[in-house]
């Protein structure tokens, strides 16, 4: 009785729980939208009944309290993200892709049919039993797929920039010449492998560019956590 009156204490102190969680640049990251994302009361429901002693410790105890704590500001650090890199997006006067969005939501109806091993047909009838039609069901995944695109467009617009001159070209194939030899060994000539290093290093210096440019947006926002 006492794990039971744990677990609905905690599901039921997290559902009234309604003040932000975050505020970032003066918008807020809700209670809801941090249980949406963390999915922490379906987990737990499904430990308390399958694995009830562990649910029991998590519940309960100091370290597990401290764990679960650990774990929705570990989500919530990446609502947060979201969220500065959403308000950048608008700021640039960016816009979603409408082709890439319906690329999104056709790979999510894909996902979903494979992993319930679903045809077409079968997927219009399970929505059916819930009085909705596949139509209504994309447009309830469009708006997370806008927000996939524009996080997508603004990414392409931090990266655009970046490119690689000849003597990083060079510097990088005399660097590591055992990467380009034919099947006999031989090197290969730089003008045969310069188009394989040019996209490597873009590559990678896209990535690098990308990652300084989250950390130092997340620096410089302004971020109240209520956690």
Do not use: C, H
Request: proline fraction near 3%.
């Amino acid at each position: 009785m006492k794990k039971l009156l744990a677990f609905v204490l905690f599901v039921g102190l997290t559902a009234l729980a309604q003040a932000p969680v975050a505020i970032v640049n003066g918008e807020a990251i809700t209670k809801e939208e941090l249980e949406s994302a963390t999915q922490l009361n379906q987990i737990l429901f499904t430990l308390y009944y399958q694995y009830t002693r562990f649910a029991q410790s998590l519940l309960t105890t100091p370290e597990g309290k401290a764990f679960l704590t650990r774990y929705q500001r570990d989500v919530l650090e990446d609502l947060i993200l979201r969220k500065i890199q959403l308000q950048e997006a608008r700021a640039r006067g960016l816009a979603a892709d409408p082709a890439k969005v319906e690329e999104l939501v056709n790979q999510t109806l894909g996902y979903i049919k494979s992993y319930y091993d679903l045809t077409d047909e079968e997927l219009a009838a399970e929505l059916a039993k819930e009085n909705m039609t596949v139509e209504q069901f994309r447009a309830e995944l469009r708006p997370q797929a806008e927000e996939r695109a524009l996080l997508a467009a603004l990414k392409e617009a931090v990266i655009a920039e970046v490119t690689v001159s000849e003597e990083e070209i060079a510097a990088y194939y005399n660097a590591n010449p055992g990467q380009f030899v034919d099947a006999q060994g031989n090197a290969l000539p730089l003008a045969e492998v310069r188009e394989k290093i040019v996209s490597l290093l873009i590559s990678q210096k896209q990535d690098t560019v990308w990652q300084e440019w989250l950390k130092k947006a997340r620096e410089t926002a302004s971020v109240q956590i209520n956690l």
